[in-house]
């Protein structure tokens, strides 16, 4: 549950500065950090109702995820054989798990947080970089996540976060992939990523209903 609820964090970390940058060309620090403030600030504001939360996930959150990118690099070289057809709704489903399992959720931790940035490895002329921070939490110890981003035609996009270790595309959900991908190959993943979004729904459907209460 805490590393849950510091893939939540690390993830609205990212996502409350993208309008506001979508017409000026920033490196990946300025980026990250300027998220970082926007939304620590908001929430200290307090909880969020349920379409507050939407309207960011939708407008500020998904458009700093290359979602193309980070389903690619979970599927493997597998991705390879795919269907045009097969890959949009690969991406599709792998976007709504993680907006459900981990965005959905963006404002229910802690509130009291600061986050500590590491030094810089970023040079001009890298396309792709590792943008390194420490989520501190009073009375725990500090959590470090880290975003890998990649310089695309649209800017720079998150293809890949890791929370105290293990990538989220590259190392948890692609070994969740290999499986049903060994078994029934591409359309099992598929069936696969359909039944975990609709039981991340029901949990998700619950959790608000409990939270109503």
């Avoid at 964090?9 to 926007?38: H, I, N, R």
């Avoid at 097969?86 to 792998?94: A, H, N, T, Y």
């Avoid at 943008?131 to 293809?159: C, F, H, M, N, Q």
């Avoid at 060994?182 to 608000?208: M, P, T």
């Amino acid at each position: 549950m805490k590393r849950l609820l510091a893939a939540v964090m690390g993830v609205s970390l990212l996502g409350f500065v993208a309008l506001a940058q979508a017409e000026t060309a920033v490196d990946p620090d300025t980026m990250v950090k300027g998220a970082v403030q926007d939304v620590l600030a908001l929430l200290k504001k307090g909880k969020l109702d349920k379409k507050e939360i939407q309207d960011l996930v939708d407008t500020r959150v998904l458009p700093l995820f290359d979602f193309t990118l980070m389903t690619k690099r979970a599927v493997g070289q597998i991705w390879k054989t795919a269907t045009p057809e097969q890959k949009k709704i690969l991406v599709d489903q792998f976007r709504d798990l993680l907006v459900r399992v981990f965005i959905g959720k963006a404002f229910s931790g802690k509130t009291d947080v600061t986050v500590k940035f590491e030094p810089s490895r970023y040079s001009e002329g890298d396309d792709q970089v590792t943008v390194r921070t420490l989520i501190i939490t009073p009375g725990e110890s500090p959590i470090p996540v880290e975003y890998d981003l990649k310089k695309t035609s649209a800017g720079w996009k998150v293809v890949d976060f890791s929370v105290a270790g293990p990538r989220l595309a590259l190392d948890i959900y692609s070994n969740q992939f290999r499986d049903p991908l060994q078994q029934s190959g591409i359309d099992g993943l598929v069936k696969f990523l359909v039944e975990k979004n609709h039981a991340a729904e029901i949990a998700l459907a619950a959790a608000r209903k409990a939270d109503a209460k």
